[in-house]
Structure formats: structure tokens, C-alpha cells
């Protein structure tokens, strides 16, 4: 009952204004952090719609790309064990938009590549890259949400891979390359590709987010 009293009389201790702005920024942090996600996804899935032209232009087999894309996904699930460790004692921001201009330089330079070793050292590197996306949204959403909302806001969140639908639609018709260049160039265009805008409300909302 004292418990109770306590929660109630804390709630009347937060003004409307501040309660008002702290769910906008929650609301920020979800869409922002799926908006940056997505874009992880244009420099991963790219190779899948490169396949049947790097097999038939430039004689690679598909023993090579299996192999390619076997230690592509064992190395992102390494990284994203390591990364996890790491964006813990991280910045979310300056960890994601590193992870994604490096992976996005990866596909730029897999996509100048002409030789098997190229493709597949790029490509493995990219997967350890593409580990440093996830880390530092699930920190940030677990920040924000409660254990009783992260259900919901993670199955939202968990649609940001569905938007790179459009790319791949969109380059169905391209010449070989572009699936490489176009999405690290649109990464690099923008000198801050994934931004947390949070300053320092931030320090706020830890002291806040348990009474509201």
C-alpha cells in the first residue's frame, strides 16, 4: 500500500509537459532507430540480386557464393555476439553510424571487385559490420520501453528489413554493380546517416520512465 502511495504521489511530481515530451521521444527513438536498421539491410541483401550476373559475367561458381554467404552469416552472428558486448559501453549512435559507412564501403568496394578473393574478403567483412546494427536499437529501445511494452515495440521495429523491398524491386533492371554502388553511395551522400537526437533528455528519462 505504501508502494502504491509512493508510484501515485511521483506520477503528480511529473508535469504534463515533460510527460508529453518523453512519450514523443520514445515514439523518436522507435522510428529511428528503424529507419536506420533498414538501411542495413540495402548493403546485406544486395548480393542475392548480383548472383546470376557474377556467375554469368565473371565465371564464379555457386560453390563459391554458397561459401560466400555461409561464412557471411556465421561471422554477422559472431559479431553480433562481440558488437552486443561493445555497444553496451557504447554510444548508439556514433556505434551504428560506424557499423553501417563501414558496411556500406564494403559493398562499394565488392562491387569494383573482380576476383574471388576480393568478393569474398569484402563480403566477410561486411558481415562483421553488418553485427554492429541490432546491438546498440535493442539498448536503446530497452531503454525506453518497459519489460511490460518491448514485445510489441520490438515486433515493430522488427518490420524495418520489409522496406528493402523497394530497392530490390527497383533494381531488378540494373547493370551489374549497382546493387553495390547505388546503396553505399546513398549512405555516404548523408554525413549523418543514423541520428539519435535525444541531447541531454536522455538523462532525463532514466530518472522519469518508471513513473509514467
Known amino acids: 500500500m505504501v508502494v502504491m502511495k509512493s508510484s501515485d504521489s511521483a506520477k503528480n511530481l ?48 555457386k560453390a563459391d557464393l554458397g561459401l560466400f554467404l555461409t561464412l557471411n552469416t556465421l561471422l554477422y552472428g559472431l559479431s553480433k555476439f562481440v558488437n552486443g558486448m561493445w555497444a553496451d559501453r557504447a554510444n548508439p549512435r556514433i556505434f551504428m ?12 568496394f565488392f562491387g569494383l571487385s573482380s576476383t ?14 553488418q553485427g554492429m546494427g541490432c546491438p546498440p536499437c535493442i539498448k536503446t529501445l530497452s531503454t525506453w520501453y518497459p519489460s511490460t511494452e518491448r514485445g510489441f515495440r520490438f515486433s515493430i521495429w522488427n518490420t524495418s528489413h520489409l522496406y528493402r523491398l523497394i530497392f530490390d524491386n527497383a533494381h531488378k533492371q540494373c547493370a551489374r554493380g549497382s546493387e553495390f554502388f547505388i546503396p553505399g553511395a546513398y549512405h ?25
Open 14 to 61: 511529473v508535469s504534463p509537459e515533460i510527460r508529453q515530451k518523453y512519450h514523443y521521444w520514445r515514439f523518436r527513438m522507435l522510428y529511428a532507430s528503424m529507419a536506420g536498421y533498414s538501411m542495413f539491410y540495402l548493403v546485406r541483401k544486395n548480393l542475392s540480386m548480383a548472383m546470376p550476373g557474377m556467375e554469368s559475367e565473371l565465371g564464379i561458381t
Open 97 to 108: 553510424s560506424i557499423g553501417l559507412l563501414l558496411s556500406a564501403s564494403m559493398s562499394v
Open 116 to 129: 574471388v578473393l576480393a568478393f569474398g574478403i569484402f563480403w566477410l567483412l561486411n558481415g562483421w559490420f
Open 188 to 212: 555516404f551522400s548523408s554525413p549523418r546517416p543514423f541520428r539519435f537526437s535525444a541531447r541531454s533528455f536522455c538523462s532525463t528519462a532514466c530518472v522519469i520512465r518508471p513513473i509514467l
